[in-house]
């Protein structure tokens, strides 16, 4: 069989789309585990596993090929699917006279096509409030900790910032009442903020020596704050709109697994009397627990 052959023939091209549907079925997985250091942990430690979670999957060599797998899935999976809803039409531009498709199919997999366009348009947006500020516009804050004492009657707050070496090292020195700065090296007075602190931040996050120019090392962006923010109606005036629509798709995505994992497998032949009502009954399972935790995740931050 030619390549070209191998991409245009229906049955490969359903097995293409079962691969990548299983597939992207892992990442949820994957994504679903690091969402919940959202909730499993609180405070500043649930913060910095967060943080620190959101740094190595995006500088891990082998997690970055997996990204860019992913990415391609989600793209092949969308235009496959188009495709094939596509191919059924033409093949049958008018409808039988009279159908039941009730009886011969459930309200999911009719509906597959739509669902899928629906969970495809919450990607987009999703990405856009979290992947592209994080990946271009980089405007993500870095990961900051601030502890204030009392000293002689005066509030001082330091600021110290999270490292990826492990460490929160200091970075500004601040007297409450006045608002001055102190030079962290010196202790001398200061009135800027940027001249108390003994780093340079450049490209987002790394810190460099302001005597010697040199590396130190790199702070952790905090998208912890950014995701509790955005779903947080005390900072965010539309939060419930915000948590409303991404509930809703997470049950757009529940109706799509509810059809789409026992299919993937059936696409591939993994089809037996003994075996199949197993498959049918982890997809369902599936379907249910991986887009209700996402929701529920959701949902608990907006409470907090």
């Known amino acids: 069989m030619s390549v070209r052959s191998a ?23 994957g994504h679903l585990a690091g969402n919940m250091q959202l909730i499993l942990k609180t405070g500043e430690e649930g913060r910095r596993a967060f943080n620190e979670y959101a740094y ?23 235009v496959q699917g188009f ?20 009886a011969n199919s459930s ?6 096509a739509v669902l899928g366009t629906l969970i495809l348009v919450f990607i987009v947006t999703h990405m856009a409030n979290f992947w592209w500020r994080a990946k271009i516009k980089e405007d993500i804050p870095l990961h900051y900790k601030t502890i204030t004492k009392e000293q002689m009657q005066q509030k001082i707050k330091f600021t110290y910032i999270l490292t990826t070496k492990g460490e929160y090292m200091p970075f500004s020195v601040k007297e409450e009442n006045s608002g001055m700065y102190y030079d962290l090296r010196t202790g001398q007075p200061l009135m800027n903020k940027a001249d108390s602190c003994i780093y340079r931040i450049k490209n987002h996050q790394e810190l460099y020596d302001k005597e010697t120019d040199l590396k130190i090392t790199e702070g952790y962006k905090d998208l912890y704050t950014v995701v509790m923010d955005f779903f947080n109606p005390k900072k965010n005036d539309i939060a419930l709109v915000y948590l409303l629509l991404y509930v809703v798709s997470m049950a757009v995505l529940a109706f799509h697994l509810w059809h789409g994992f026992a ?38 931050i907006y409470l907090k």
């Open 107 to 112: 309200l999911p997999s009719r509906y597959m």
């Open 56 to 78: 190595f999957m995006a500088h891990n060599p082998f997690i970055k090929v997996l990204s860019y797998v992913t990415y391609f899935s989600i793209i092949f999976h969308a």
């Open 83 to 102: 495709y094939l809803t596509y191919q059924n039409k033409k093949a049958r531009p008018q409808g039988y006279a009279y159908t039941k498709p009730g």
């Open 263 to 300: 299919s993937g497998f059936q696409s591939l032949g993994l089809n037996h009397k003994r075996y199949t009502p197993i498959i049918q009954g982890i997809g369902k399972l599936f379907a249910l627990a991986v887009p209700g935790l996402f929701a529920l995740i959701t949902i608990l």
């Open 7 to 29: 991409f245009s023939s229906s049955i490969i091209k359903k097995v293409w789309m079962a691969l990548t549907g299983l597939f992207l079925c892992t990442f949820l997985i």
